[in-house]
């Protein structure tokens, strides 16, 4: 059995778990299904990796989220849940249209309160926050476009301090990170974030591969020593 026959027992499996033990209200909904508007249709986290992400934030006691890549907000929405009433969320978008999607979902999901969606190329809107001196944050996301990982992640060092948490999403890519003869710019992307999260000794990682509603795909959860 390859990996595209199991797809359907992969979903059914995801489903399963989802209905018995994530809650998503309908704010949460319709940010889900507002990615199909966007400019990168159905690009948002499966809602179980949403609640996962959501722990983590709880499990850290972090209280601010930066995100790289917002699309409709649904992930932000977990996060801005996930930090409480006294935390916040800033989250990088490329695309003014999706933007607009997000700051429309986050107000439904009544959290606007402690989320900036800062529109513009992530690098350039991470660039700033440092020369800004922004406070520490306490996770980092990082879900936009996958050739600038390596980028992104330097931001996130400069943007964090000891005990910080950074997740790195889409690092599987249906298993084309270990195929050698590959032009796609999103896996050389991954292999480098990769590489230099290994060569830092300041930061413990690993991977995990994933399997579900969003097909073979994984993340990389690492922390600053
Ligand atoms: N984190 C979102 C979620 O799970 O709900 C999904 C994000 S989607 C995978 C990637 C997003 O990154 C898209 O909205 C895309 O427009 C955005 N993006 C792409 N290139 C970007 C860039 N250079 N700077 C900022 N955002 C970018």
Same mark, same amino acid.
């Given at each position: 059995m390859n990996r595209y026959e199991s797809t359907s027992a992969w979903r059914d499996v995801d489903d399963y778990f989802i209905e018995a033990l994530v809650s998503e209200d309908e704010a949460l909904v319709a940010a889900r299904e507002s990615g199909a508007t966007t400019t990168m249709p159905n690009a948002e986290v499966a809602a179980n990796h949403g609640a996962l992400l959501g722990l983590l934030v709880q499990i850290a006691g972090a209280k601010r989220v930066l995100e790289f890549g917002t699309l409709a907000g649904y992930s932000t929405i977990w996060f801005a849940r996930a930090v409480g009433?006294?935390?916040?969320? #800033?989250?990088? $978008?490329? &695309? $003014?249209q999706n933007a607009a999607i997000a700051r429309e979902n986050i107000a439904r999901a009544e959290v606007q309160d402690r989320v900036e969606v800062r529109?513009?190329?992530?690098?350039?809107?991470? /660039? &700033?926050? #440092? !020369?800004?001196?922004?406070?520490?944050? !306490?996770? +980092?996301?990082? *879900?936009? *476009?996958?050739p600038s990982n390596p980028r992104?992640? $330097?931001?996130a060092l400069e943007l964090t301090r000891?005990?910080? #948490?950074?997740?790195? !999403?889409? +690092?599987? /890519? *249906?298993g084309a990170v270990v195929q050698p003869d590959t032009n796609d710019a999103r896996v050389h992307g +991954? /292999?480098? +974030?990769? *590489? !230099? #999260?290994?060569r830092n000794p300041g930061l413990e990682a690993t991977a995990l591969q994933t399997v579900g509603l969003k097909g073979w795909d994984g993340l990389i959860i690492a922390r600053r020593k």
């Amino acid at each position: 059995m390859n990996r595209y026959e199991s797809t359907s027992a992969w979903r059914d499996v995801d489903d399963y778990f989802i209905e018995a033990l994530v809650s998503e209200d309908e704010a949460l909904v319709a940010a889900r299904e507002s990615g199909a508007t966007t400019t990168m249709p159905n690009a948002e986290v499966a809602a179980n990796h949403g609640a996962l992400l959501g722990l983590l934030v709880q499990i850290a006691g972090a209280k601010r989220v930066l995100e790289f890549g917002t699309l409709a907000g649904y992930s932000t929405i977990w996060f801005a849940r996930a930090v409480g009433d006294d935390g916040n969320v #800033i989250t990088l $978008e490329l &695309e $003014e249209q999706n933007a607009a999607i997000a700051r429309e979902n986050i107000a439904r999901a009544e959290v606007q309160d402690r989320v900036e969606v800062r529109v513009g190329p992530a690098a350039d809107s991470a /660039r &700033e926050l #440092i !020369d800004s001196g922004a406070p520490p944050f !306490d996770l +980092v996301f990082i *879900d936009a *476009d996958k050739p600038s990982n390596p980028r992104y992640l $330097e931001a996130a060092l400069e943007l964090t301090r000891s005990g910080a #948490i950074i997740v790195i !999403d889409n +690092v599987v /890519r *249906d298993g084309a990170v270990v195929q050698p003869d590959t032009n796609d710019a999103r896996v050389h992307g +991954v /292999r480098e +974030v990769v *590489d !230099d #999260i290994s060569r830092n000794p300041g930061l413990e990682a690993t991977a995990l591969q994933t399997v579900g509603l969003k097909g073979w795909d994984g993340l990389i959860i690492a922390r600053r020593k």
